[in-house]
């Protein structure tokens, strides 16, 4: 079992729905990540959390820490939401004599928004 | 630079080939990460680097795969005879810190990726 799992796999809209892309993790954490990636690669953080909630124009992100999920929902989704979102957790490596922030991803939500 | 920045953004190569990825982080981010993006696969931790420290190196596959970083700066990911199975994005991502000491976790910012195709 993966340490990160997120659901669903694809998630298919239409323009104007409200999404929500759920993420559970069995480990202890540090924190939550939200993060975005487009077709071409390229991978932009949306959200850090480590307890309630945060709001980022049509984007919001919760973590519940005693039941170890987190969930991204995007309010009135638009075509341009169409991208990856992969939920990822720090968890503390070890390297050089000290600790260090160390992500674990899940395996992504595919999310298509059709106008 | 603005970003971090990752060359080239593609390669092919031959089967048995050696191939070497660079990695030129945002100035002033001590903390480096390499991680590898498969087909259909989640991303995959492969090596981080602190500054001048000693890296863990714990994800890296096999001991076809090797990474320094010069000066603290630029990283280069080397993957010698490469497989067909290596055929993937590497991404590298950087931070301010990586470290525990102040008790704060940093932002990664990620490169687009190199897209590595083995033939």
């Known amino acids: 079992k993966n340490e990160v799992e997120q659901s669903p796999q694809n998630l298919t809209a239409q323009e104007g729905e409200f999404i929500t892309i759920n993420c559970s993790y069995s480990?202890?954490?540090?924190?939550l990540h939200w993060l975005q990636q487009h077709p071409g690669g390229g991978i932009v953080s949306l959200f850090m959390l480590s307890s309630g909630k945060k709001k980022h124009g049509r984007l919001i992100a919760t973590i519940n820490i005693q039941e170890k999920h987190s969930s991204l929902h995007i309010t009135a989704s638009h075509p341009r939401d169409s991208a990856v979102y992969i939920c990822?957790?720090?968890?503390?490596?070890?390297?050089?004599?000290?600790?260090?922030?160390?992500?674990?991803f899940g395996q992504g939500t595919i999310l298509t928004v059709h106008p | 630079g603005a970003g971090v920045s990752q060359s080239p953004s593609n390669k092919v190569t031959e089967k048995g080939k050696d191939v070497e990825l660079r990695c030129d982080p945002i100035?002033?981010?001590?903390?480096l990460y390499w991680y590898r993006q498969s087909l259909g696969q989640g991303l995959e931790f492969l090596i981080y680097?602190?500054?001048?420290?000693?890296?863990?190196k714990s994800g890296l596959p096999s001991d076809r795969f090797s990474a320094e970083r010069t000066g603290g700066s630029v990283s280069t990911l080397t993957i010698q005879r490469t497989q067909q199975e290596d055929s993937a994005v590497y991404l590298c991502?950087?931070?301010?810190?990586?470290?525990?000491?102040?008790?704060?976790?940093?932002?990664?910012?990620f490169g687009a990726g190199t897209r590595l195709s083995v033939l």
């Open positions: 991502a950087s931070s301010l810190s990586g470290t525990s000491g102040s008790l704060r976790v940093d932002i990664q910012y």
């Open positions: 480990v202890g954490i540090s924190a």
């Open positions: 100035s002033g981010h001590t903390a």
């Open positions: 990822a957790v720090t968890t503390w490596g070890w390297a050089g004599g000290t600790s260090y922030g160390k992500l674990t």
């Open positions: 680097f602190q500054g001048n420290s000693a890296p863990d």
